[in-house]
């Protein structure tokens, strides 16, 4: 039995089999076969071995046209080496002797060729062990690209490991079948792992090295409450993790009780609680929780893992729907496109050396006036069907905040004169994310309706670490002194100035923050989903004077590790055995 560590980004605790990927998102292969399988292997391999060598041919033609055959004759050399019998027969002879997979074969063989090639005086033959690596590369491309395609149709549940997942893979994982996830790197507040609460699929992320141990098949725990994976548990372990399940089953029924109870402190302030969601199903799910609208509707995940970009007409009925969902009384908040960073629409790539510091969000759709203009048109035309507020994500300086709200004008004065009908004064707003942004908010405020500050980047942007490393992971806290002297800012800012201010990030979902958010006078979270009963509960337990209390202590401390420790305190004294 083998035990990880790592950082919870979903609650709940799974028990189920394996199913490794590697760093590349494909399944990684088991090292060996049954003896019945061998022949199915062996026909694996033919198959990957014709159509590398085609596609390796196909190259080489390309090749020739544009630059000449001299150049495409190193291509016809790989496809002629792919192409040898004897490289078969090698590789087919470890799988019939062995019984190893096709993928483990090839690279058994190539790997020996390799390091063979390597004994040799230094600089003798280092283009040919290039070589090899290419065309090991070649073969494995296709026989894992037979696996990738495997995965969309699993009929049995299993617990994905992976070094690590991007957005796109996560929000294409088969919830019916994906029962958790686990892996290597990445941290609590990365786009994966806000994917995971949108999906309610328990996740543990920055583990730390532990695929090379896990085979196919393993049996597994994932424990997102407390941040372990356990690999191939005894008896004991999983009779104990059994009974687990079963308190959280009994856990969530009873905060359901809270539903239709209202968010407001027993003194008597009310506080509005919202959801965060991803995609427009999960809207109704926000009423289920007890959400009283929407507080962050994530739009760019509509981009993701579709073959083209949404058309006007596609993104209107997904945010009519959403507005159709929660009604007239209920707000929607609509962030406009936030892509870059870790986010890619599908046919976009970054080659910036830093996306997280360059032309992403806000940014990316200054720079891309349509894109940004027809999602605008899309949103106006859907505001006719509910509350809708709009919101620019990373705004960093004021000029930006005005060059946006320039152009949302300009497709106002369109749309009036196609005489399509738009809620004509759509509340807008600004995220606050960037320290730039906290420390001008007075400045900010004359230029909005609201404020939503996006914690995430918040954190990542004031204390330089990226949210995505788990070499950074230790910086990385919300409950730093930087951090909340910061929100504080923005709130008194927001309060000088009328202003209505919601926490978006994923500290408004942590419970340890609520009292402390309250303190500062945050009066609307926006969470995900499942976090709502919680938070709820824990604002019905307290008075706004005890939460100032907390956040006047908490606003003394020094360190990070001193006020979650304190946090973390205060909790206790309201639940003794906190599920948090």
Avoid: W
């Amino acid at each position: 039995m083998d035990v990880y560590r790592g950082i919870p980004v979903y609650p709940g605790v799974v028990i189920g089999p394996a199913l490794p990927l590697d760093t590349d998102g494909f399944l990684i292969p088991k090292r060996s076969v049954d003896p019945g399988l061998v022949e199915n292997e062996i026909q694996r391999l033919k198959d990957a071995l014709s159509k590398a060598a085609i596609s390796v041919r196909k190259n080489q033609a390309e090749v020739s046209s544009k630059v000449g055959s001299q150049f495409a004759a190193i291509l016809g050399a790989h496809a002629q080496m792919i192409e040898d019998p004897f490289l078969s027969n090698e590789i087919v002879t470890k799988i019939s002797s062995n019984y190893f997979t096709a993928e483990y074969a090839v690279s058994q063989v190539l790997r020996q060729h390799i390091k063979e090639m390597e004994a040799l005086p230094k600089g003798a033959m280092v283009s040919r062990t290039a070589d090899l690596f290419d065309i090991e590369k070649q073969i494995l491309g296709q026989l894992i690209d037979q696996k990738q395609q495997e995965l969309g149709n699993l009929t049995s549940p299993v617990v994905i490991l992976a070094h690590d997942l991007s957005p796109n893979e996560t929000a294409k994982l088969n919830k019916q079948f994906v029962h958790a996830f686990a892996t290597e790197a990445g941290g609590r507040t990365s786009h994966t792992s806000i994917l995971a609460g949108a999906m309610e699929i328990p996740a543990v992320v920055g583990l730390g090295k532990f695929l090379q141990e896990i085979t196919g098949g393993d049996i597994v725990i994932v424990d997102g409450d407390a941040g372990l994976l356990i690999v191939n548990p005894d008896e004991e372990i999983l009779e104990n993790y059994r009974k687990r399940q079963s308190q959280t089953i009994s856990h969530d029924s009873s905060l359901e009780q809270l539903k239709s109870l209202p968010a407001v402190t027993k003194d008597g302030v009310q506080v509005r609680l919202m959801g965060n969601i991803e995609f427009p199903h999960e809207a109704v799910h926000c009423l289920e929780k007890g959400a009283e609208g929407i507080g962050l509707y994530r739009t760019e995940f509509l981009f993701m893992g579709k073959e083209t970009i949404p058309s006007e007409e596609e993104q209107y009925q997904a945010y009519k729907k959403v507005l159709e969902d929660m009604g007239r009384d209920r707000p929607v908040v609509i962030r406009t496109l936030d892509l870059g960073g870790d986010k890619l629409a599908t046919g976009t790539q970054s080659n910036e050396r830093n996306p997280f510091l360059g032309l992403r969000s806000i940014r990316l759709c200054l720079r891309n006036i349509g894109l940004f203009k027809t999602q605008i048109r899309a949103i106006l035309r859907a505001s006719v069907h509910g509350n809708v507020h709009l919101l620019f994500p990373m705004i960093s300086t004021v000029l930006e905040l005005r060059q946006a709200k320039m152009i949302l004008s300009e497709i106002k004065e369109d749309l009036q004169e196609e005489n399509i009908p738009f809620q004509r004064d759509i509340p807008i707003g600004t995220m606050i994310e960037v320290p730039s942004a906290a420390i001008l908010a007075d400045c900010m405020a004359k230029e909005v309706s609201f404020f939503s500050i996006g914690t995430n980047d918040l954190v990542q942007y004031t204390l330089a670490a990226d949210r995505s490393n788990e070499d950074v992971a230790s910086l990385y806290n919300p409950g730093d002194p930087a951090v909340i002297k910061l929100i504080d800012l923005v709130a008194k800012a927001a309060g000088n100035a009328n202003l209505a201010v919601s926490v978006c990030g994923e500290m408004s979902g942590d419970p340890i923050y609520t009292m402390l958010l309250l303190g500062l006078g945050i009066r609307q979270f926006s969470v995900a989903p499942h976090s709502i009963p919680e938070i709820k509960k824990i604002i019905r337990m307290i008075t706004l004077p005890e939460a100032e209390n907390v956040a006047r202590e908490a606003m003394r401390l020094e360190t990070a590790r001193d006020v979650n420790n304190y946090l973390r305190g205060q909790i206790r004294k309201l639940i003794p055995d906190p599920m948090v």
